[in-house]
């Protein structure tokens, strides 16, 4: 069972998922979010996935159960489930427990609630291990940092956190000048690392695969795992795609203001809507902060961006300052 998961709403407490990154194969489908694109052609080409796992959160999202339609792969959808209250975690408890029976039907398996139990105890374990790397992110390199998350995400989940755990990051000379990193899944490391020769910091960021994955609470085991889980998966830093910009916005001003943080990325797809209107409060946000901004755009998961002119430009502006 090898399942490939889009986007960091997907669960792990159910099986082991590999997120998806990025792919460079044949782009079928390449108009709107080369993300999707991408996706779509991994799980179809690559014969290592006999699974994919999504959500129906945005409108290149919304089509994927379409082209994935087939007898040879698992196929699944997530609904796109807004607040953060008692019948949103009804709802998506339901929508877990229809997920982990889908899985065993498939599959001919059968996932116990002590399977599920033990899986929590480590995502719980996993996230402590990286929030002690992430509070103290000032003073290493964010470039190895997420290399290494990249690397320890892809491995089972009973062997990550001593992964993370037996990583050893470099400490960085470069304290001042802090920056955040706002985005969806990031594809391309090669551009932290041409932010961070340039003499820029990154302190933070809200990435699914680092300050979104830290910020949620910890499951606490009780009667109804499933419930348990829904709770904890609609706890802290969303996605702007799950309907509840205010929240995302206002963790994120709050990280950055503490961190005295001088400018922002913003990572962005291409046509990406739930990121542009996101983009437009969040630049409004900043303005009145004083805090520099600068967009980059990706036109898919393996671009090389040309970056390097208004990045240069951006470094230029914040270390002048
Ligand atoms: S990057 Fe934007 S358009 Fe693409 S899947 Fe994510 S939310 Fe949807």
Redesign the pocket.
């Known amino acids: 069972m090898k399942i490939l998961a889009?986007?960091g709403i997907i669960p792990e407490h159910i099986c082991d998922v590999d997120r998806f990154f990025a792919y460079a194969g044949d782009k079928k489908i390449n108009h709107?979010?080369?993300?999707?694109a991408d996706y779509i052609c991994q799980v179809e080409q690559d014969d290592r996935y006999d699974g994919a796992v999504y959500p129906k959160?945005?409108?290149?999202?919304r089509v994927i159960s379409s082209y994935l339609r087939s007898d040879d792969k698992f196929s699944y959808q997530f609904p796109s489930i807004s607040g953060n209250d008692e019948n949103a975690w009804d709802f998506l408890a339901c929508v877990l427990k229809d997920y982990k029976s889908a899985l065993e039907n498939f599959y001919e398996i059968e996932i116990s609630v002590a399977d599920v139990e033990n899986r929590i105890e480590i995502i719980n374990k996993r996230a402590k291990e990286l929030e002690k790397i992430y509070e103290n992110l000032e003073n290493i390199s964010y470039f190895e940092y997420m290399t290494m998350i990249h690397q320890v995400l892809s491995l089972p989940l009973e062997e990550q956190v001593g992964a993370i755990s037996s990583f050893e990051i470099n400490d960085i000379s470069q304290k001042d000048n802090s920056v955040f990193i706002v985005g969806?899944t990031l594809s391309q490391l090669n551009i932290l690392q041409q932010i961070e020769d340039l003499g820029l910091n990154i302190v933070g960021d809200s990435l699914p695969e680092s300050g979104r994955l830290i910020s949620k609470e910890p499951v606490t085991l009780s009667d109804d795992v499933y419930k348990s889980i829904a709770k904890s998966m609609l706890s802290g830093k969303k996605?702007?795609?799950e309907n509840d910009f205010h929240q995302m916005l206002e963790l994120d001003m709050e990280e950055i203001t503490s961190k005295k943080v001088v400018g922002v990325i913003f990572l962005?797809?291409k046509?990406?809507?739930?990121?542009n209107f996101y983009k437009s409060v969040y630049k409004k946000k900043l303005d009145e902060l004083c805090i520099k901004y600068i967009e980059i755009e990706q036109k898919d998961t393996v671009e090389d961006i040309r970056a390097d002119v208004v990045l240069e430009t951006f470094a230029e502006m914040i270390v002048r300052n």
């Open positions: 889009l986007s709107y979010c080369g993300y999707v959160s945005c409108d290149s999202c969806s996605s702007p795609s962005t797809q046509y990406c809507e739930p990121y």
